[in-house]
């Protein structure tokens, strides 16, 4: 799922995660979150938001509901009428097949590899790595992340198939792949 960086798709967290990229991950759903400030990246979102802003709030509604008939009027144009190049100027409905997969009931934890050391992350989010506490991120509590050597003291994090950062062990850090830290705070 490709996306911009704001709420709710991202946050500061190890890995840029938030609650709503967690819940995707556990169904499969692969968040890409597109360079910070580079709008570019996202361009069909982008003059989505640029259409919705000019047909709906430019002048703002009177009040919610008229202000709320817009925004369903510019929906349903949209999705059933307006045609676009991708689907060769067919609206997306027209092209829409819903998907075969089902809503699980319950969530799977995450499956890891053998060779991977897997660690339940605890409801303040942090692990024990022999018998120290390492910060990880409560995002993740109550969830396992699996961890895999790729030099002496050096594991990669992952949250199933998304790699979230580096543990380094010396340092008990976790390191994300922009250089910043999940730092243990209790030390």
Not at 39 to 45: A, C, E, K
Not at 54 to 68: D, F, H, K, L, V
Not at 125 to 145: A, P, Q, T
Request: hydrophobic letters at 35%.
């Amino acid at each position: 799922m490709r996306t911009d960086n704001g709420v709710p798709f991202a946050s500061m967290a190890l890995g840029r995660l938030c609650r709503l990229s967690v819940w995707w991950i556990k169904l499969g759903i692969l968040p890409d979150l597109i360079e910070p400030a580079s709008p570019q990246q996202n361009g069909r979102h982008e003059r989505m938001h640029r259409d919705l802003k000019a047909e709906t709030t430019i002048p703002p509604a009177g009040n919610r509901s008229a202000q709320q008939r817009r925004f369903n009027a510019f929906r349903k144009d949209f999705n059933e009428v307006r045609p676009h190049e991708a689907h060769g100027q067919r609206p997306p409905a027209s092209v829409y097949e819903p998907s075969p997969r089902p809503m699980p009931c319950k969530l799977s934890p995450p499956e890891y590899p053998a060779h991977f050391e897997v660690r339940k992350v605890s409801t303040n989010g942090g692990i024990r790595w022999s018998s120290d506490w390492v910060n990880v991120s409560h995002l993740l509590g109550g969830d396992f992340i699996g961890l895999e050597e790729v030099a002496d003291d050096v594991w990669a994090v992952y949250f199933g198939p998304v790699a979230l950062g580096w543990l380094h062990v010396r340092q008990l850090v976790i390191l994300d792949h922009d250089g910043s830290s999940s730092r243990n705070p209790r030390r």
